[in-house]
């Protein structure tokens, strides 16, 4: 059975059918502006085991919902609770998002700028790898 992300997820969408990556609901700068105002974002598998939409979240603040069979494997990889969060499924996420306070919000979005600066800035990708 799949789970209904659309039921707890306040913007949610599959913008690209099978085939067609041309048409996106939104422009680059719509898209960045959507994310930056979001406190979470979902993060499902995408063709593979991988889905790098925590990349796009770090980068901007946005918590992660690190859906159960994404990969999060990275030479410096984040870490569940400090950096983002673990959803076994859809229904998870209402509990999780109630009981993340601000003050703990507010931490696990800096640590998550913090892990993208170090990890995938091009200053901290130089760095990681010298």
Not at 33 to 43: A, D, E, I, M, T
Not at 97 to 108: D, K, L, P, T
């Amino acid at each position: 059975m799949q789970d209904n992300w659309f039921g707890v997820i306040e913007k949610f969408n599959l913008p690209v059918k099978l085939g067609d990556s041309l048409n996106w609901p939104y422009s680059q700068e719509e898209y960045l502006s959507l994310l930056s105002r979001s406190r979470f974002g979902l993060c499902l598998a995408g063709y593979g085991p991988k889905c790098n939409r925590e990349i796009e979240y770090f980068g901007l603040g946005v918590v992660p919902l690190v859906a159960k069979e994404v990969d999060m494997t990275y030479f410096d990889a984040p870490i569940e609770e400090k950096h983002y969060f673990r959803v076994e499924s859809a229904a998870s996420i209402p509990n999780i998002i109630e009981n993340c306070s601000q003050e703990r919000w507010q931490e696990m979005s800096h640590a998550g700028r913090e892990w993208y600066k170090k990890n995938c800035s091009p200053d901290g990708s130089l760095k990681t790898t010298e």
